[in-house]
Structures are given as C-alpha cells and as structure tokens.
C-alpha cells in the first residue's frame, strides 16, 4: 500500500455520535449526513457505523450517493439534500430515496414518476426560512403541504429548514437562528391548523445541535460534530459537547537529504535554508488534500516531534525541515492532519478555509483505512 492514507477511526465515531447522542437525548432521531463520501471519510463505512451507533437515516447530496449507499445494502432511509434536476428522477424512485422537495413543480414530477412506478416515495417538504438556499418560503409552506397531501403516490414523512449561522455565538447571529426557528415553528403551526401532518420536523446541523437546543425538534442532522470538528466560533454553554477528530492523515518520511545554507528547497524557491540542515521528502501533496496554500505554514508530527514543512508544497510531494541533527529518518512514520495540534480545523484556519473543506478534499487515491470497527 502507498505510504500515504487516511486513518479513518471508527471508534472515535461512535464517541462523537454518543456524544451527540447525549445532547440530543434518547428519543431524538439523528440523520447523518454522509454526503461527499462522508466528507472525506468514506460513506460506506460511516454508514454503516452510523447505523450501528442508533442513527436513523443518512442523508446525501446526489442520487448517486445514495444509490451507492443502496448498492452497499443500506436499508434505511436516506435523505436527498440537495435539489436534483428532473432526469435523475427515476434515479431517485429506482433506490427509495427521501428528496426535499421546495415547490409543486417537482413535487408533481415526482408523483407522476412514482405512479409510473407504482412505488409511494417519502418526502420532505423543505423551507427556506433565512438559508436563501432551497426550500419553499414559510407563507408557501402550508399550500405546498397540502399540495403533497393531494399527491396519492408521495408520503409527507418530514418537514425541513436549514439553518445559515447556527455555528456563531455573535447576538446578531444568534438572533437571525432564533428569527429563522421563529418562521420555522410559525410554518409548522399553518400546516397543523390546517389539518396537515408536517411528519418528522428537523432544522438543526452540528452548529444548533451545540448552540440551539430549541431548532432539535424531533430529528437532528450533524455531519462535521461526528466527523470530530466543532461547528462553533464561540465557546459552546456547558456541559461542553466533546468530539475528537476520527480522521488522520498518515505518510512515510521517504527519504532524507542534507542541505546547505543557502540552498533551497522546491519550486519557487520560497524558502531558502537559514542554516545546513536535513530535509525529508514526505510522499503527499496537494492532489492528495494537502493545501498548496499551507506551502511554509503547515507542519507535520514525525516520531515524538513535530517540523515546519518547508518550500512549495507539490502535486505529490512535500518537504520537512528536520534541523540539523534529526531524529527522525528514512521510512519513519509521520502525521500530516489529525490529533489537537494537528487538526483539519488548524490547517484550515492556516489556509483561510473551514474544517469542512479540508476533510472533504482528502483525494481519492488516499486510500480508506479504518481502524477501531
Ligand atoms: C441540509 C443539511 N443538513 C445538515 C448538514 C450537516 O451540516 P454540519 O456538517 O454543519 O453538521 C448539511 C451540510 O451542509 C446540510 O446541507
């Protein structure tokens, strides 16, 4: 196996869902989003740990996504997030899949292919209440559910928001989370006075899980909390909600060179040796997630000791200063992301970015490998 890989650790997982789990309490359903490969970490995997851990669905991005989660022989229900376009449709009824559904138009479509199909199809009906993303508007909202109630092959199983600053404590923030709740439960309350079963209610990801526990409802949707990164900007109120990072990103040290005063390192030659010094070659790059924004700012843990990464980070390739007298040598093991001094929310405070970005980015020939199952 290449020396570089992602150490995805399935047990640290299962802590981060238990502790989310605890937040929430007993009787909260938990959706996990595994969208974007589990955000880097393998959605099969993680899946299935979700699974075992007590979630009850798992939520994607793409048709393909969940129809890959299906072929993997996941049963249970799994989320479309994102809005499809209309030839995926059938994409959609084929695996069972749970689409948000914002406006009549696709609700109609959906119903008509679900007919065609003879195979009722579980929705969610989702409101834009301050994402400006997709949804219906609040006002909408009780028509559209009464538009789904009408359509004999669709099921009206949940009501959706999403929320834009769950992960800020600043008041202004807190009070545009509070007014988007507001328009949320106001929705919810039309839909009921009008006879109309809103089914399973849900708003908050990882952000509102620590800072909000009134967007609970009955079901929560954490991703980046269960993949061990804090989605908050502020100290979160006690009892503090602790997660640890399940994913490393782990390489070899391959091979060791001395260089002078003077000499530098990489293209560019953006850093030049301030004194001689011996210099490892580590084989991971920025194809494998590794920021060429990092390039001179990130570091890398080696045995005991941690060193600044020095030049232009490559494709491929990235180099380590190991001072002059080095302890760590040829094929030892080394550390790039993972661990508290090394963590995806670090690297990418260094390269301007969220954690997100970071554990998403990890590339596809970094192979999975998973420990603590
Ligand atoms: C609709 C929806 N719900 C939940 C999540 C999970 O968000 P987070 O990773 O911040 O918990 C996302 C992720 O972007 C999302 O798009």
């Known amino acids: 196996m290449r020396a570089t890989r992602a150490v995805v650790h399935l047990d640290r997982f299962a802590e981060n869902f238990r502790a989310v789990r605890n937040r929430v309490g007993p009787g909260r359903r938990i959706c996990v989003a595994v969208k974007a490969d589990a955000y880097g970490h393998g959605a099969p995997a993680i899946a299935r740990a979700s699974l075992e851990s007590g979630a009850f669905c798992l939520g994607v991005a793409t048709v393909e996504e969940g129809a890959a989660l299906r072929l993997g022989g996941i049963a249970a229900p799994v989320l479309l997030l994102s809005q499809p376009v209309p030839d995926e449709i059938p994409g959609i009824i084929q695996n069972g899949l749970s689409p948000f559904v914002s406006d009549h138009e696709f609700a109609g479509a959906l119903n008509a292919a679900a007919a065609a199909a003879k195979t009722k199809l579980p929705v969610h009906l989702k409101i834009d209440t301050g994402m400006g993303r997709l949804g219906c508007t609040p006002d909408e909202a009780p028509a559209l559910a009464r538009r789904l109630a009408g359509c004999g092959w669709l099921e009206h199983a949940g009501t959706a928001t999403h929320l834009a600053v769950s992960d800020s404590a600043d008041p202004a923030d807190l009070a545009y989370t509070e007014r988007q709740l507001g328009l949320f439960r106001d929705a919810l309350q039309g839909m009921r006075a009008a006879g109309l079963d809103p089914g399973i ?34 100290p979160p109120p006690e009892p ?10 782990r390489t070899r040290v391959v091979f060791v060179k ?30 494998d997630g590794l920021p060429r924004l990092a390039s001179n700012r990130w570091r890398v843990s080696i045995g005991g000791g941690t060193y600044p990464l020095v030049g232009t980070i490559c494709m491929d390739q990235c180099m380590a200063d190991l001072g002059p007298d080095p302890k760590p040598g040829r094929w030892d093991d080394a550390a790039v992301l993972g661990g508290p001094a090394l963590g995806a929310d670090a690297l990418a405070e260094c390269v301007g970015t969220i954690p997100y970005e970071i554990v998403c980015n990890i590339g596809k020939r970094v192979p999975r490998v998973y420990r603590g199952a």
């Open 201 to 234: 209610v849900h708003a908050a990801n990882s952000g509102a899980i620590i800072l909000h526990p009134n967007a609970w409802f009955d079901m929560v949707r954490p991703g980046i909390l269960l993949y061990g990164y804090k989605a908050v900007e502020a």
């Open 240 to 249: 503090p909600l602790l997660v640890e990072p399940a994913m490393e990103l």
């Open 258 to 287: 001395n260089v002078k005063k003077g000499e530098s390192v990489s293209y560019g030659r953006t850093w030049v040796a301030p004194r001689d010094t011996a210099i490892a070659v580590l084989p991971v790059g920025y194809a």
